[in-house]
């Protein structure tokens, strides 16, 4: 199937060419609405069997004014540079959109219907959903006859339980303002976990795993029998591990403290806690290469920003561990995950005792690919790095709903 992958941001708009879940070209928008946009189309031309050097790189600086125009653009970029002629080519378009709320736990067609859905849910994405649905309506605008599917972010956690999604605080803000545990990087969650499946050979549904899926953003999945039984973001990304620059868990009373003591404004405080907290906040960088290469170099607080950060991952591998009873694999991913053996080091280590976790020190260091098996073998629990691809989960998802129309 020829399918066109969408991430509709509020300035930029990342899209991916796949034929039969092959990624054949990316065109990526950034800057849009200002005066300085930018596009970088990427295509691989031995897949499209033009001659010439393997991967072509373009780069494009042209007024975006508005998402509109992009959208114009990027498929007449994609007819001029022959990567496929016309939308009409096109089996479908799959667009990510991160918030599903507890209305959807499975990619959805679009229609009239789950767009207002969609709509309807913007109280709980203010940032992203409107953005996601301006994507979905400007095409279905211009190119009414191609088919459209959401595939949300949170629609993989939707298998939790009441005891892990309710948060223990006066129960009409559940019932009321929908206030409970969504839980976000669902798509990453899910790919990673698909492929563990068939790296060690046993159906998804008989798999128990913890995903760490460590990036600027970051979240870790306890996934049972094939299904996320809790996951540490929350009601918004802001909840669970220490991000890039996100707090992660904190004591909520240290809001109103700071509020009173600092006379911050509500907005002023959601900035703090999700744009200067994290490890930036603390050693002021949220580059994990800097901060480990200082921290080596002997400086302190870049040591604590570290000790921090993989604290509070071990603390919530324990917890899982727990909630699963049996665990078959520990999963990196993510910028952090996949590029650093320090970390993972770092993260796995002193846990033989404890649950019987032994990582090999030199197969984690010699890691590379998009797949590596890191436990030694004496591990009574695997450890694997997967290269995370939500772009190409997000294709299969959209060719599994338009095959079965
Ligand atoms: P996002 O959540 O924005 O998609 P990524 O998954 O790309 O983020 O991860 C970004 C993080 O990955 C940054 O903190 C970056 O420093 C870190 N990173 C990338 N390469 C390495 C590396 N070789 N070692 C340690 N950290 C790395």
New binding site residues.
Partial sequence: MKIVVINSGSSSLKSQYFVDQQSIASIVMESIGSKNSTITVTIDNKKIEQKGIEQKKIKIETPLPTHHEALKILFELYSKYKIFLSIDELDGIGHRVVHGGSKFNKPALITTDVIETIRSLIPLAPLHNPANLDGIEIIKSLYPDTPQVAIFDTAFHQSIPKEAYIYPIPYNYYKDLDIRRYGFHGTSHQFVAKRASSIIGKSLSHLNLITL??????SVTAIKDGKSIDTSMGFTPLEGLMM?SRSGDIDPAIIPYIVRNHHLSVDEVDTMLNKKSG?LGICGT???????KRAKDGEDIYRTALDIYIHRIRKYIGAYTILLGRVDAIIFT???????S??RELVSRDMEQSIGLHIDIEKNRTAEGDTSSLHSRDSKIDIYLIK?DEELEITRECEYILSNL
């Fill in positions: 899926h460590l990036g600027n953003g970051a890039g490890l949220n580059d994990m290469r800097e901060i480990i993510g910028g952090i995950g996949e590029n650093s320090y970390i995370t």
